[in-house]
């Protein structure tokens, strides 16, 4: 028979958590001319009318505050393959853009060139939640290619999606 456990610990969490399997996003913009943006895999849908998405961001992030005042921000759902580039964009020194293409719109918005999908967004809401706050985005604009699968992350590994 299974048991449920106690949680405990945060490691005993991450391990839990990391049984579902999420898209990685990188959320992004150009400050000052300078390419500012992180990944994040704690992406949904949250509502079709209006339009709006969710991301988390942590408490202890420091690129989240260059972000969150921004008049608009890309979201761009990463793409098979670019494992690189989100390690990079997770990453908390060097530069997480180098070698990653992208386009800048001209509201500042920046997106990662071959991803499956750009959201163009502003803050709707910041909704403080644990240790993290829950970042809902009003999305205004949208770049969509159903036929490039999506980057996969799950059990603390990047994988790919199989047809079936």
Same mark, same amino acid.
């Given at each position: 028979m299974s048991v449920i456990e106690p949680v405990t610990a945060g490691e005993q969490l991450r391990q839990a958590f990391g049984c579902f399997p999420s898209g990685v996003t990188a959320v992004c913009a150009e400050v000052d001319g300078v390419p500012v943006g992180l990944a994040a895999s704690s992406f949904t849908s949250v509502s079709i009318e209006p339009p709006l998405v969710s991301v988390c961001m942590q408490h202890?992030?420091?690129?989240?505050?260059?972000?969150? =005042?921004? @008049?608009?921000?890309?979201?761009?759902?990463? &793409?098979?393959?670019? #494992?690189? /580039?989100?390690?990079? $964009?997770?990453?908390?020194?060097?530069?997480?853009?180098? =070698?990653? @293409?992208?386009?800048?719109?001209?509201?500042? &918005?920046?997106?990662? #060139?071959? /991803?499956?999908?750009? $959201?163009?967004?502003?803050?709707?809401?910041?909704?403080?939640?644990?240790?993290?706050?829950?970042?809902?985005?009003?999305?205004?604009?949208?770049?969509?290619?159903?036929?490039t699968p999506p980057l996969v992350f799950?059990?603390?590994?990047f994988r790919r999606l199989a047809a079936i």
């Amino acid at each position: 028979m299974s048991v449920i456990e106690p949680v405990t610990a945060g490691e005993q969490l991450r391990q839990a958590f990391g049984c579902f399997p999420s898209g990685v996003t990188a959320v992004c913009a150009e400050v000052d001319g300078v390419p500012v943006g992180l990944a994040a895999s704690s992406f949904t849908s949250v509502s079709i009318e209006p339009p709006l998405v969710s991301v988390c961001m942590q408490h202890s992030s420091t690129t989240w505050p260059k972000l969150r =005042g921004l @008049p608009r921000l890309g979201l761009s759902v990463l &793409a098979e393959g670019q #494992d690189d /580039a989100c390690g990079r $964009l997770a990453s908390k020194k060097g530069d997480r853009f180098a =070698g990653t @293409p992208t386009t800048v719109a001209p509201d500042g &918005a920046l997106f990662v #060139d071959g /991803a499956t999908l750009w $959201l163009d967004c502003t803050v709707h809401a910041e909704v403080p939640s644990g240790d993290h706050d829950i970042i809902l985005l009003n999305v205004h604009g949208i770049r969509a290619d159903p036929a490039t699968p999506p980057l996969v992350f799950h059990g603390s590994r990047f994988r790919r999606l199989a047809a079936i």
